[in-house]
Structure formats: C-alpha cells, structure tokens
Antibody, heavy 120, light 110 residues
C-alpha cells in the first residue's frame, strides 16, 4: 500500500545537526514532489520545505532557510531533510508528505512523523 | 504568525453544521487554490479538500469547501463525535515563495 515512513528523529543539543529520512513505497516516488511539515508540541502545522520530483527549485520556510536542506534519492525512493544549526524552536514532530499535484499544498499521503527534540 | 487566519475554536452539537473560515490575501488565497486538512488527536493530518472544493476519494460529502475572494470556508454538516479534530487550511503564498498553513481551528462536538 502507499506508505511514507520517517526515521532519524531524536534528542540533539542546540547547534548540532540531524538528518531525517522518509522512505516511500507503493507509488512512483520519482513522479511526485515531496514536502516536510512540522508541528511543535501543542502548536499548529508549520510547512518546512518542498522538493519537486526532479529535485530542482526547492523552497523553504523563512524559519529554516539557510539551515535546513531537503534532498531526495529517487533510486532509493527516499526523501531527506538535513538539519544544521538546530535551535530549541526546531523541536517538533516532523512529517513527510507526498504531493497530489504541484501547488496549493495538495498533500494526499503523510507519514506518521518523527520527533526531534533540541535540548541542552 | 501565519498569513492565513482561522478562528481558534468552534463548537456545536451532534447533527449540526459548522463552518470554518480561513482568511488570507491576494498573494495567497486570492490567486491560488486552497486545501483543507483534518488532524485527529495524536495522528498525522489528512487531506479533506483540495482545489477549494474537491474531495479526495473516501472523504464523505458532509465536508465541503467554498471560496470567495481572499477567504475560503470549510463546512461540515451532520456533525459527528468523530469529527472532533483540528482543521487547517493551506496554500501557496507567492509573496513568501512558500507554502503556508492556517492557524488552525479546533472543532469540539458538544
């Protein structure tokens, strides 16, 4: 079945790095744009980044621009989020999500999320 | 703070109708399609509505969307206890060159 499974979350100190992965199955991964969305404890959804199917023209939220990098390996059906210079306010559940089609935040498949805790 | 504003909470009795507004501007809602998401407690969000009014397969027709100018509305008719959740609008913002979610609305079934 169509599935997204995130991994790589954990507890990390401020200023350190972490890489999240999202393994896709059940659909043609290389044909779809992919997003990262996060949710801090008790807070609303915050869009983080998008990468189109071919890996070009990535976009980022201002809050992570210059610190986070989204990438993908279509040969491995895997999406990544490299997070550098982590801050306390980056603590959140991170979801990966598949686009139904580009634009207008049409995200039809979501993973279960992976928790990232930034703490000293 | 999000550029898309929603009421923090709405409550109604079972069987009633609720409407959730999402207000934006010409750089987002006014010139782009909008999606709506339902997030049940402790779960990942689920796509309810896309392109302002379309429902993905499996979404009951109790959920409907509409758009007027720089605002969109999600309507839920025949409210059920299972509809207790947080609801978010979302779209692309051309001024930010970023996707954005609304502030979110918690729906409580009395």
């Amino acid at each position: 079945q169509v599935q997204l499974v995130e991994s790589g979350g954990g507890v990390v100190q401020p200023g350190r790095s972490l890489r999240l992965s999202c393994a896709a199955s059940g659909f043609s991964f290389s044909n779809y744009g992919m997003h990262w969305v996060r949710q801090a404890p008790g807070r609303g959804l915050e869009w983080v980044a998008v990468i189109p199917s071919d890996g070009s023209s990535n976009y980022y939220a201002d809050s992570v621009k210059g610190r986070f990098t989204v990438s993908r390996d279509n040969s491995k059906n895997t999406l990544y989020l490299q997070m550098n210079g982590l801050r306390l306010e980056d603590t959140a559940v991170y979801y990966c999500a598949k686009e139904l089609m580009r634009g207008a935040l049409r995200l039809d498949i979501w993973g279960q999320g992976t928790m990232v805790t930034v703490s000293s | 703070q999000s550029v898309l504003t929603q009421p923090p909470s709405i409550s109604a009795a079972p069987g009633q109708k609720v409407t959730i507004s999402c207000s934006g501007s010409s750089s987002n809602i006014g010139n782009n399609y909008v999606s709506w998401y339902q997030q049940l407690p402790g779960t990942a969000p689920k796509l309810l509505i896309y392109d302002n009014t379309k429902r993905p397969s499996g979404i009951p027709d109790r959920f409907s969307g509409s758009k007027s100018g720089t605002s969109v509305t999600l309507a839920i008719t025949g409210l059920q206890t299972g509809d207790e959740a947080d609801y978010y609008c979302g779209t692309w913002d051309s001024s930010l060159s970023a996707d954005v979610f609304g502030t979110g609305t918690k729906v409580t079934v009395l």
